[in-house]
């Protein structure tokens, strides 16, 4: 019955970056076999590989060594390493590639980004393993 | 650990500067993600694909000549011009980058989209939308 305030803990390619993240989605899906058949009396499923991706929110950072300068640099290459804790005492850790990256600038707002990571596994040579749960 | 207004971004577009004319920029870099799970992956896998960069802008029309509206309108159709994204304003530099897509050849922006809104009393506003083709990379110095 516990009740968690967030207090996420986000790190990417070793860069610490939840001092500029102001919200985090960690998005589990796992793609759902159809396999009703006649005899079924509901639609019937069998689970498939899951999925795991992390979009996240904040300040834009352009010091070298920040936000910007690190993802901006992991696009289109190979999976770095990420470590993910909602709680900033437990979470998970693995690979992952940088899926999108928006830099937004308003009038009288403050520069923010956000960016999607995808999970791929426990290597940068993209093994497919689970993302590690510690 | 920065937080930066966003007061003195600049933006060029063809060598013209229209940040005097606009309130909103938004740079999407997008990555496809190729799928390559295999029977022997726990999980669902996949590599980067090629980058795609676009910039959306926003902001009040000045349509007198060299200025955003004219200046976008003649890229309509035309081929790749160059465009400076400078978040910071001081770019660039080591803690201020500039986004530069570079025409030459085939790389530049084209103008994806371009839309002029017009109500009766208010101020004429615009939005274009530019798809970059080829590099754009951040510089620092």
Same mark, same amino acid.
């Given at each position: 019955?516990?009740?968690?305030?967030?207090?996420?803990?986000?790190?990417?390619?070793?860069?610490?970056?939840?001092?500029?993240?102001?919200?985090?989605?960690?998005?589990?899906?796992?793609?759902?076999?159809?396999?009703?058949?006649?005899? !079924?009396?509901?639609?019937?499923?069998?689970?498939?590989?899951?999925?795991?991706?992390? !979009?996240?929110?904040?300040?834009?950072?352009?010091?070298?060594?920040?936000?910007?300068?690190?993802?901006?640099?992991?696009?289109?290459?190979?999976?770095?390493?990420?470590?993910?804790?909602?709680?900033?005492?437990?979470?998970?850790?693995?690979?992952?590639?940088?899926?999108?990256?928006?830099?937004?600038?308003?009038?009288?707002?403050?520069?923010?980004?956000?960016?999607?990571?995808?999970?791929?596994?426990?290597?940068?040579?993209?093994?497919?393993?689970?993302?590690?749960?510690? | 650990?920065?937080?930066?207004?966003?007061?003195?971004?600049?933006?060029?577009?063809?060598?013209?500067?229209?940040?005097?004319?606009?309130?909103?920029?938004?740079?999407?870099?997008?990555?496809?993600?190729?799928?390559?799970?295999?029977?022997?992956?726990?999980?669902?896998?996949?590599?980067?694909?090629?980058?795609?960069?676009?910039?959306?802008?926003?902001?009040?029309?000045?349509?007198?000549?060299?200025?955003?509206?004219?200046?976008?309108?003649?890229?309509?159709?035309?081929?790749?011009?160059?465009?400076?994204?400078?978040?910071?304003?001081?770019?660039?530099?080591?803690?201020?980058?500039?986004?530069?897509?570079?025409?030459?050849?085939?790389?530049?922006?084209?103008?994806?989209?371009?839309?002029?809104?017009?109500?009766?009393?208010?101020?004429?506003?615009?939005?274009?939308?530019?798809?970059?083709?080829?590099?754009?990379?951040?510089?620092?110095?």
């Amino acid at each position: 019955m516990a009740r968690t305030i967030s207090d996420l803990d986000f790190t990417f390619n070793a860069v610490l970056l939840e001092d500029e993240l102001a919200s985090a989605n960690l998005n589990f899906d796992v793609p759902s076999a159809d396999i009703t058949a006649f005899a !079924d009396v509901y639609q019937n499923a069998l689970a498939g590989k899951p999925g795991f991706n992390m !979009d996240v929110a904040g300040s834009y950072d352009p010091a070298a060594s920040q936000g910007d300068a690190t993802i901006f640099a992991a696009l289109g290459g190979v999976g770095l390493t990420y470590d993910v804790e909602p709680n900033g005492v437990l979470g998970y850790n693995g690979y992952a590639i940088v899926k999108s990256y928006s830099i937004q600038v308003a009038v009288n707002q403050a520069i923010k980004y956000t960016a999607s990571f995808m999970h791929n596994g426990l290597s940068a040579a993209a093994d497919g393993l689970a993302p590690t749960r510690a | 650990m920065a937080r930066i207004m966003s007061n003195p971004a600049l933006f060029s577009y063809n060598a013209v500067q229209i940040e005097d004319e606009l309130n909103s920029i938004v740079q999407t870099i997008d990555v496809p993600a190729a799928d390559i799970t295999a029977f022997a992956d726990v999980y669902q896998n996949a590599v980067a694909g090629k980058k795609s960069v676009r910039t959306e802008i926003g902001g009040s029309a000045d349509l007198a000549a060299s200025q955003g509206w004219k200046t976008l309108f003649a890229g309509i159709g035309a081929g790749p011009k160059s465009t400076v994204l400078d978040p910071v304003g001081t770019g660039p530099g080591a803690n201020a980058p500039e986004y530069q897509c570079t025409a030459s050849g085939l790389t530049g922006v084209l103008v994806a989209a371009m839309k002029i809104s017009l109500p009766v009393g208010d101020a004429a506003r615009y939005t274009a939308t530019l798809q970059h083709s080829g590099l754009t990379s951040r510089a620092v110095a």
